[in-house]
């Protein structure tokens, strides 16, 4: 059984529990750095003399790991809490990183990569928990929307060091990067984490607290559903918004790339502010259904602009960047909540499984459907796809926390 502690929510000291939302970010971020991150040695390993499939298969190991662990460890963690989780996941990412920077063969490679994908799918649900667990309600989306900045942080790293690590020294040597971000986070957790308080398993067993949430009623399904529905615009965006700025609208790359990163960090900025406007009107699923009406809206703006050709349409690229990231961090911290402390483990773990399943489809079927019909249709499917998600969204139900 985890480890107690006489701390409450509303006895730990603000500065503690803004340390721990910082260690959750930095860990978060180590995981995406490793995972979303690795994409960006292609051109080294294409270098190496790869081809652009072989390629692609390595560094979609890291990937593949995630998404076969993450339920796996979120049952862990409602099992032996979240600081053991941090540490001991950081800790196996670690040694898998820095294993795959001294190996030779590509197959060890991919191996080494995929094991580190499954010890980074532990911070997703953990580092969610230790936030939800810790600040109280009329903060936690702000918290958490903070925290679901990591991803961006994550990759905007990676995109700055691996490819320059790897150019100047080695594929070796940009695999260390993550390796000691991960060891680092792991002591860090290790220091710095406190499991959240929950109800002893007697108390929990005559409040409801360990029954089963997915059978009371379909509210979590619903915010999985929409989760799901909503990642396929988010993907379309980031996906292909540098190839149709390069393609329709004549952009060097350079300069679509730098738009994009722009996009990126002010979508960051979005999820900070989803965060907060949900703390500030008392709900989540309300901002929620806002987002998903504000996404089709944008989408099928972006969709008729770019058809006719008009230049408006790159500021709604902009925009739609922003808008349809937001929503994450909402329906993260609606499922924490309505889960509990002895479901919300596996709860995340579900969420963020069915958004990887999800987004890893769209590359290969948005692209597919842009090489047949163009980037304008691709666009309005998207928006159609999120209209579906306004009437999923439930109503907000009675918190558990």
Same mark, same amino acid.
């Given at each position: 059984m985890r480890e107690r502690t006489e701390m409450t929510p509303q006895t730990i000291g603000a500065s503690r529990r803004w340390s721990m939302l910082a260690l959750g970010v930095l860990g978060q971020s180590a995981s995406a750095l490793f995972v979303n991150g690795t994409p960006f040695l292609i051109p080294a390993l294409r270098d190496e003399g790869l081809s652009l499939t072989e390629a692609g298969v390595i560094v979609a190991m890291p990937t593949l790991g995630l998404v076969l662990t993450l339920i796996a460890w979120g049952w862990v963690v409602d099992r032996i809490g979240e600081r053991k989780v941090l540490v001991s996941g950081l800790? &196996? $990412?670690c040694a898998a990183a820095?294993? #795959?920077?001294? %190996?030779?063969?590509?197959?060890? $490679?991919? %191996?080494?990569?995929l094991l580190g994908g499954m010890a980074a799918a532990s911070t997703n649900g953990a580092s969610g928990r230790v936030i939800v667990g810790w600040f109280?309600?009329?903060?936690?989306? !702000?918290?958490m929307g903070i925290r679901q900045t990591a991803q961006p942080l994550g990759v905007g790293l990676g995109a700055i060091t691996l490819p320059s690590v790897a150019s100047a020294y080695s +594929?070796?040597?940009? $695999? $260390? @990067?993550? /390796? *000691?971000?991960?060891? &680092?986070? /792991? @002591?860090?957790? !290790?220091?710095g984490i406190i499991d959240p308080p929950r109800p002893d398993t007697a108390h929990a067993s005559k409040t409801g607290l360990l029954a089963n949430p997915y059978r009371k009623d379909a509210t979590l399904w619903r915010i999985h559903g929409v989760s799901v529905l909503l990642v396929i615009p988010q993907m379309t965006v980031w996906t292909f918004a540098l190839v149709w700025l390069h393609d329709d609208y004549g952009w060097s790359l350079p300069?679509?790339?730098a738009l994009v990163t722009a996009a990126q960090l002010l979508g960051a900025g979005g999820r900070i502010g989803a965060g907060a406007l949900s703390d500030a009107v008392g709900s989540r699923m309300r901002p929620l259904r806002w987002i998903a009406t504000a996404a089709v809206v944008t989408m099928a703006a972006l969709a008729a602009t770019s058809w006719v050709g008009w230049w408006i349409? +790159?500021?709604l690229l902009v925009i739609a960047s922003v808008i349809t990231v937001s929503d994450n961090g909402l329906a993260f911290t609606a499922i924490a909540e309505i889960a509990g402390p002895y479901w919300s483990g596996r709860g995340l773990g579900v969420q963020n499984t069915g958004q990887n399943l999800a987004g890893a489809a769209i590359p290969p079927l948005f692209g597919l459907l842009i090489t047949t019909t163009g980037f304008s249709a691709a666009f309005l499917v998207a928006a159609a796809i #999120?209209? *579906?998600?306004?009437p999923l969204v439930p109503h907000d139900p009675e918190s558990q926390y």
């Amino acid at each position: 059984m985890r480890e107690r502690t006489e701390m409450t929510p509303q006895t730990i000291g603000a500065s503690r529990r803004w340390s721990m939302l910082a260690l959750g970010v930095l860990g978060q971020s180590a995981s995406a750095l490793f995972v979303n991150g690795t994409p960006f040695l292609i051109p080294a390993l294409r270098d190496e003399g790869l081809s652009l499939t072989e390629a692609g298969v390595i560094v979609a190991m890291p990937t593949l790991g995630l998404v076969l662990t993450l339920i796996a460890w979120g049952w862990v963690v409602d099992r032996i809490g979240e600081r053991k989780v941090l540490v001991s996941g950081l800790g &196996l $990412l670690c040694a898998a990183a820095a294993a #795959a920077s001294f %190996t030779g063969p590509y197959i060890l $490679l991919g %191996t080494f990569l995929l094991l580190g994908g499954m010890a980074a799918a532990s911070t997703n649900g953990a580092s969610g928990r230790v936030i939800v667990g810790w600040f109280p309600p009329h903060r936690r989306g !702000l918290a958490m929307g903070i925290r679901q900045t990591a991803q961006p942080l994550g990759v905007g790293l990676g995109a700055i060091t691996l490819p320059s690590v790897a150019s100047a020294y080695s +594929i070796s040597a940009a $695999l $260390l @990067v993550p /390796a *000691v971000m991960a060891g &680092l986070a /792991a @002591v860090g957790c !290790l220091l710095g984490i406190i499991d959240p308080p929950r109800p002893d398993t007697a108390h929990a067993s005559k409040t409801g607290l360990l029954a089963n949430p997915y059978r009371k009623d379909a509210t979590l399904w619903r915010i999985h559903g929409v989760s799901v529905l909503l990642v396929i615009p988010q993907m379309t965006v980031w996906t292909f918004a540098l190839v149709w700025l390069h393609d329709d609208y004549g952009w060097s790359l350079p300069a679509a790339g730098a738009l994009v990163t722009a996009a990126q960090l002010l979508g960051a900025g979005g999820r900070i502010g989803a965060g907060a406007l949900s703390d500030a009107v008392g709900s989540r699923m309300r901002p929620l259904r806002w987002i998903a009406t504000a996404a089709v809206v944008t989408m099928a703006a972006l969709a008729a602009t770019s058809w006719v050709g008009w230049w408006i349409a +790159i500021p709604l690229l902009v925009i739609a960047s922003v808008i349809t990231v937001s929503d994450n961090g909402l329906a993260f911290t609606a499922i924490a909540e309505i889960a509990g402390p002895y479901w919300s483990g596996r709860g995340l773990g579900v969420q963020n499984t069915g958004q990887n399943l999800a987004g890893a489809a769209i590359p290969p079927l948005f692209g597919l459907l842009i090489t047949t019909t163009g980037f304008s249709a691709a666009f309005l499917v998207a928006a159609a796809i #999120a209209c *579906v998600a306004i009437p999923l969204v439930p109503h907000d139900p009675e918190s558990q926390y």
